[in-house]
């Protein structure tokens, strides 16, 4: 099968903080943009045009809670108006890598402390929004 069309395994998966340090407690991560569009009616036809105009970004990143992750949160709660930066790398040795940075992530909201006897915690994340990417 053709490499190109082969699917991505998120095991590969890397997370990487602003001073390029790996955080390897990261088990999952996503980048989302959302479109606005605007409508424009056009002479002679019945469907409507549609144009972005805007968009928005989003971030997700789902963490297994350690002692840098806690870190991570403390300095994210001290300075909740300072926007830091990530980079996500998916890097599979079948289908291929691909890497992307993230420019000024803001936390919508975070968990400052959470645990629950007899059980590790597996769902910290890290969601908010974020003003530009780019694939590098």
């Known amino acids: 099968m053709n490499k190109d069309a082969q699917t991505y395994s998120g095991t590969h998966g890397h997370f990487y903080d602003q001073n390029g340090n790996e955080l390897t407690e990261c088990i999952g991560f996503e980048l989302t943009e959302e479109f606005d569009k605007a409508e424009s009616k056009r002479a002679g036809k019945l469907r409507k045009g549609h144009r972005v105009v805007s968009s928005s970004v989003s971030m997700t990143a789902t963490f297994e809670r350690t002692a840098n992750v806690q870190k991570l949160i403390q300095e994210l709660a001290n300075s909740p108006e300072k926007k830091v930066n990530f980079i996500g790398e998916l890097d599979d040795p079948v289908a291929g890598r691909y890497r992307v940075a993230v420019k000024g992530f803001s936390p919508d909201s975070l968990a400052l402390a959470k645990w629950e006897h007899g ?8 969601e908010g929004t974020v003003d530009d990417y780019e694939f590098i």
């Open 119 to 126: 059980a590790i915690d597996e769902d910290t994340s890290l």
